[in-house]
């Protein structure tokens, strides 16, 4: 992996932020709120063409500036930056009533992907109220 300032294209730039700040890329698409896997395939891609929306979420998430992201122009953020910001974003996503972390798949620490099925929320109401299983399933 090449050092923020010998990155050539703007996967390897993305990718050398990400990591400084130690965040997975399903964890920046999160923050970013970007389709899962989209800084997967921007960092594969050598060539990848990206919008300035997108560019712009990805710098606002990471603490870039759009000059250093798109054109290579400028210093290379520090971790110390990348730290600092992915924090911001984490807080400002919080305020927006997610209320489980980026990094955890979606899921609040401590629930399981079952436990929030469609499923296992009527098993808990046919625990709630004995009578609801034979209403819903009329």
Known sequence: MPHGDQARSIGERLRFARQLGNISARGLDRLAGKTE???????????????????????????????????????????????????????????????????TGGVAPGRSRLAASPVAARRKRTQLDPGAARRSAR
């Open 37 to 103: 896997g989209h800084a997967s395939l921007i960092e594969a891609k050598p060539q990848a063409e990206v919008t300035a929306t997108t560019a712009a979420a990805y710098a606002e998430v990471l603490g870039l500036s759009l000059d250093w992201l798109i054109l290579a122009k400028g210093t290379a953020p520090t971790e110390e930056q990348v730290t600092k910001a992915l924090g911001m974003a984490r807080r400002r996503r919080a305020r927006q009533g997610h209320t489980a972390p980026a990094d």
